[in-house]
């Protein structure tokens, strides 16, 4: 009787042991599989927090840079031929800018803020056209025309804010 009670108690014991160590692998795999887990979707919250910032600094930007064309040529109306030269010079580098902060835009948002950002940068050439026959012949149909294309770039920035917006409520 005593053998087959310390075969009993080895076999308990062993089994015992195994079980531990299939509990504990059992365990560790499953702590892994949670971390890894844990990490991707830590990963995947920065990578959306980063493009949403992006995204939010670079219409900022582009918006801004709109509004800066915007103010600068309400005026144009009053100035004299060399007035409108000097304005036509300064609107070419605000539309330098503007180029840029629209590239920025096509490499990050998604393509309803691309089609309302490059609206508002073909507009910005239409106005330089508009301005240049301005500088050039100062009469009232070329005022009248930069007018109307100037009314027509302001009312393009509303349609890009309300496609950023939405652009930076799907992220």
Same mark, same amino acid.
């Given at each position: ?15 015992? %042991? ?18 890894? %887990? ?12 980063? @493009? ?23 005026? @144009? ?8 030269? #000097? ?14 902060? @629209?590239?920025?835009?096509? !490499? ?6 691309? @089609? ?24 009232? $149909? ?11 770039? %302001?009312? !393009? %920035? ?5 496609? #950023?917006? #939405?652009?930076?409520? $799907?992220?």
């Amino acid at each position: 009787m005593s053998d087959n009670s310390l075969f009993i108690a080895g076999l308990t014991g062993v089994t015992a %042991i195994a079980a531990s160590s299939l509990a504990s692998w059992l365990t560790s795999r499953g702590n892994a599989d949670a971390a890894r %887990i844990q990490v991707s979707a830590t990963t995947q919250a920065q990578r959306r927090d980063g @493009v949403r910032q992006t995204r939010r600094a670079a219409y900022l930007n582009l918006i801004e840079q709109a509004q800066v064309v915007a103010d600068e040529l309400r005026g @144009v109306d009053g100035l004299s031929t060399t007035g409108c030269t #000097a304005a036509l010079a300064a609107h070419r580098d605000r539309h330098k800018q503007l180029r840029r902060t @629209v590239t920025l835009i096509d !490499l990050e948002g998604p393509s309803s803020a691309q @089609v309302a950002a490059a609206n508002l940068l073909i507009m910005s050439g239409t106005l330089a056209t508009a301005l240049a026959a301005t500088a050039e012949n100062s009469c009232r $149909e070329n005022r009248r025309e930069f007018q109307r294309t100037l009314r027509a770039y %302001i009312r !393009l %920035i509303g349609p890009f804010v309300a496609a #950023a917006a #939405a652009a930076l409520e $799907e992220t």
